[in-house]
């Protein structure tokens, strides 16, 4: 299996650099997490928002900028059209599952997207003053593998959503709802402390927060001890559920498929 996914990410890698303008036009869809951190900027100016100050805002929005790049998914495009097309019959006759190619796909283009978005992010946090981030060793890890889990969350969900396409025409429709919500609810409109007190014990127990929020509490110190190992334990259980849809939709849909040269 290493060796099947080292060829793919080459043969991604190298489609990567071919359409890299498209790469920098994604980038640019950012300029919406820049346009919000400007907003609570000037909000902050009189002093802390729910306990963030500015320098907290700086901090929540360029590590969300770099989560966000990390977790981005569009599987359910390129499934949808494949499997509308009978572009997907000859990926059912490779011995590998069709994912592996969207996942190896995903990731070689997230390579190319950070070697221009960090230095960015790096040289506005080193800039503004007050910026703080929880850089111990157990925060990393747990960092890191919260990052992990938001990237299986959304791909995961995502994927689901191309595989509708095996029974209707608008599966991208459902991927514009996918995403909106996490824009609005995931944190990236706005950190989930912001959201009135009375929902966000809800939002505790849905998706959309452990597709960003949550990997960006970690980075501020404000997850640690038993709300982390929460946070870890929803966030995961959620991989594995989203995980098992997949599976049941997936049988579910190659069976029905019926596309031109299926």
Not at 17 to 34: D, K, P, Q
Not at 90 to 100: A, E, F, V
Not at 134 to 147: G, K, Q, R
Not at 206 to 213: N, T, V
Request: glycine share 6%; hydrophobic share 60%.
């Amino acid at each position: 299996m290493l060796r099947k996914y080292l060829a793919l990410m080459r043969l991604n890698w190298g489609l990567s650099l071919e359409y890299r303008a498209e790469g920098v036009i994604w980038l640019m869809t950012n300029l919406f997490s820049v346009i919000m951190l400007l907003v609570w900027l000037s909000i902050s100016q009189a002093g802390p928002v729910n306990g963030f100050s500015a320098a907290d805002f700086v901090a929540y929005y360029m590590v969300g900028l770099i989560v966000r790049q990390l977790t981005a998914a569009w599987s359910s495009w390129e499934l949808s059209f494949a499997i509308s097309e009978g572009r997907l019959s000859p990926q059912l006759l490779r011995p590998i599952h069709p994912i592996h190619h969207e996942i190896t796909a995903n990731w070689s283009e997230k390579i190319m997207r950070l070697t221009i978005l960090l230095p960015i992010v790096a040289a506005v946090l080193a800039l503004t003053p007050g910026v703080w981030l929880e850089l111990t060793p157990a925060a990393l890890f747990a960092f890191a593998l919260s990052v992990v889990g938001a990237w299986a969350i959304y791909f995961l969900a995502d994927y689901c959503v191309g595989i509708l396409a095996f029974w209707t025409t608008q599966a991208t429709a459902f991927s514009n709802i996918l995403f909106g919500l996490k824009i609005v609810l995931g944190g990236i409109l706005a950190p989930i402390q912001m959201f009135p007190p009375a929902i966000q014990p809800f939002l505790e127990w849905l998706p959309f927060k452990y597709m960003l929020a949550f990997s960006n509490e970690i980075a501020l110190g404000q997850a640690t001890g038993e709300r982390l190992l929460f946070g870890l334990a929803v966030q995961w259980a959620w991989v594995l559920a989203l995980w098992l849809l997949m599976q049941l939709l997936w049988r579910l849909g190659v069976r029905s498929y019926g596309a031109v040269g299926a």
